[in-house]
């Protein structure tokens, strides 16, 4: 492990020289400057981790230059401990609250300096292997995804692929009866249309940009949601809507949201199984909620009562082609509403309907869109 780098910065030559010779003493590889101005180059140029800054320095003193340090973003990062001369609670509270670390005062106790720099040093090291471990964790999860989202097209595609060459055998097999060469072709189309709804489904997890906004009525984009579901599945059974927030008006894209919405209701319908249509009752409510105290965000509420959550499936929902049905090619929907809400600042939950019997799936969407670098 390389030896710590640490710049002194102060303006008194014999401080500097006390402070360098006691650090280096201990295996840390010391940069001495004698004026703030030197020293915010010499940051940039050596990328010291922490910094000894005298506070009662001229020209520039160690609170500007600490502000100047909590500016950069490439600087922010880096622990400064305050030398001062000031013993006052005031003069103490004014270092850190420009962004310090610590604070050691003068006359200087040589073995004082060692100890709080070797403490901040070990959090530095702490943070550093934090750091790496969330890139780390990053790195396996989209390992896990990509390795789960591959095993999941060849499963799917072999079947499908299997299903259409049994059919086109079959056309062969009876191509002298033209009844079951219409069968058979149906189901044919109906395997290959399967397989291209895999490639848009697939398509539409690689976009991770945040899709274009408009502004659009929340009444417009749950009718919206609801004519997605209805047309494509061919259902004519009403929702249940409960809108308590009224035709809010949202920052955000209507393809998204509805197609997100269609995807949760579909969900909530194959969950009665078996069940006649006019026993599947799903209820939409809506609400506004606060997140971390400053955030505001929308949620859509889709309520069954169907089987609820499959325990063999619980902690694997959201991932693709992840499904209690047992029919090749499925499995996608919950992924890729997740996936779409997320690229607006959103979330998809699934949980668990209060009291029992059913699930309650979340949509949530920001009110108002923080702005990206």
Not at 190 to 212: C, G, S
Not at 274 to 285: C, E
Not at 340 to 362: F, I, K, W
Request: charged share 25%; aromatic share 4%; proline share 4%.
């Amino acid at each position: 492990m390389p030896a710590s780098k640490i710049l002194v910065v102060d303006d008194q030559p014999i401080n500097v020289q006390l402070l360098k010779r006691k650090l280096e003493r201990e295996g840390m590889e010391v940069v001495t400057s004698y004026s703030g101005r030197e020293a915010l180059d010499l940051v940039q140029s050596s990328k010291p981790d922490l910094i000894l800054l005298d506070v009662m320095m001229p020209d520039m003193d160690g609170i500007e230059v600490c502000q100047r340090l909590q500016a950069d973003d490439t600087t922010r990062s880096i622990p400064v401990i305050f030398i001062t001369a000031r013993t006052s609670k005031e003069g103490k509270l004014e270092g850190l609250g420009v962004g310090a670390v610590d604070y050691i005062t003068k006359p200087i106790d040589l073995d004082e300096p060692l100890a709080r720099v070797q403490t901040q040093l070990r959090f530095v090291q702490i943070n550093r292997e934090l750091v790496d471990l969330q890139r780390r964790l990053g790195e396996a999860r989209r390992a896990a995804t990509i390795g789960a989202v591959t095993q999941g097209i060849a499963h799917n595609l072999n079947n499908l692929l299997g299903v259409v060459i049994g059919y086109v055998d079959l056309i062969k097999a009876y191509h002298d009866r033209p009844e079951l060469v219409k069968k058979n072709s149906q189901s044919l189309e109906d395997a290959v249309n399967r397989i291209v709804t895999i490639i848009k489904q697939l398509t539409t997890l690689v976009h991770k940009n945040r899709p274009p906004l408009t502004k659009a009525g929340l009444a417009r984009l749950i009718a919206g949601g609801i004519h997605r579901f209805q047309t494509e599945f061919k259902i004519s059974q009403p929702i249940t809507i409960t809108n308590s927030v009224g035709d809010l008006i949202l920052d955000t894209n209507v393809e998204v949201v509805e197609e997100a919405l269609s995807k949760l209701l579909i969900n909530a319908w194959e969950s009665y199984r078996d069940a006649p249509d006019d026993k599947r009752p799903i209820t939409l409510t809506t609400e506004i909620v606060t997140k971390d105290e400053e955030e505001k965000h929308l949620l859509i509420r889709i309520e069954d009562q169907g089987h609820g959550i499959d325990n063999e499936i619980r902690d694997h929902v959201f991932e693709p082609f992840i499904s209690s049905k047992h029919t090749v090619g499925v499995g996608m929907g919950l992924t890729i509403a997740r996936h779409s809400m997320r690229t607006l600042g959103g979330e998809v939950t699934l949980e668990d309907r209060p009291g029992g019997g059913g699930a309650v799936s979340t949509l949530s969407h920001p009110l108002e869109h923080k702005s990206r670098a």
